[in-house]
């Protein structure tokens, strides 16, 4: 007789399992390019006075680069974040609470960015949510960093080498565009995309790599299973001893202003 089948992690343990690798989402996940930010100012998101909320925070990655003319503010709901994002952006306090339930009162922003974060949400309801605390005129604004893979051959057999271990469950089930044309709270939603490159470690890749969902989730034996492939996948591309690694992004962000 076969053993019972492993059973799948659902979508809300694999969206805690990030608290027990906090300190590893902090080493290895990169932080969000200026284009993002010009672009995302362009439409009027960072006016002086602004009062700015960063949804599913996570460790500050994106909280730590936003203008102090605005008022800051955040909220993530795992603990061990909210304690490495108090200790990299101490300046900005951060609440727990969800995209579901937002700790602040109706009309207390202009804007509500989410970094990284989105596919997590229960899309409606958190919509929802965000504008009952958006003010008339505010506007969402939405990024994800994702692996470059046409930009570098390297990366590209990296990718698949990773996937063959531990495959991706973070992909959306509708498109973003299309999830926002759906609620009538908000307007027609703008899209950009901006590639550039990070210049790390491998230490860091393989950092980020166990900061994945995918691959944390997995029995221990499992996930040291893929990060050694993934780092015996590097140094068969880039020799073995690799110090510096420009590694290729492709950043795709969204900004939907409120209905008028």
């Not at 909210?82 to 109706?106: C, H, K, M, N």
């Not at 970094?115 to 229960?122: E, G, I, L, P, V």
């Amino acid at each position: 007789m076969s053993g019972p089948t492993e059973r799948e992690p659902t979508r809300t343990e694999l969206a805690g399992s990030f608290d027990a690798i906090a300190a590893a989402y902090e080493l290895g996940r990169p932080e969000y390019p200026d284009a993002v930010l010009d672009w995302w100012d362009e439409r009027g998101a960072f006016e002086p006075g602004h009062s700015v909320l960063d949804l599913g925070a996570g460790t500050g990655k994106l909280t730590r680069l936003l203008p102090i003319v605005c008022e800051l503010h955040a909220v993530e709901p795992l603990a061990n974040m909210r304690s490495e994002f108090a200790a990299a952006v101490p300046d900005v306090d951060v609440l727990g609470g969800t995209a579901e339930q937002i700790p602040y009162p109706d009309d207390t922003f202009d804007t509500v960015l989410v970094a990284q974060a989105f596919h997590w949400f229960d899309q409606g309801v958190a919509l929802d949510e965000i504008a009952r605390v958006l003010k008339p005129g505010g506007g969402l604004g939405l990024v994800w960093n994702e692996d470059d893979s046409d930009a570098a051959p390297w990366l590209a057999k990296v990718v698949d080498d990773k996937r063959l271990m531990a495959a991706s469950t973070t992909s959306t089930e509708r498109p973003v565009v299309e999830v926002l044309a759906l609620h009538d709270a908000f307007g027609l939603a703008e899209e950009m995309e901006h590639r550039w490159e990070l210049d790390t470690t491998i230490e860091r890749v393989l950092a980020d790599v166990l900061s994945r969902s995918y691959v944390s989730s997995l029995p221990p034996e499992q996930c040291l299973a893929v990060l050694t492939r993934t780092r015996e996948s590097i140094e068969a591309e880039l020799g073995t001893g690799v110090e510096s690694i420009a590694y290729p992004y492709r950043t795709v962000a969204f900004w939907v202003p409120t209905a008028e």
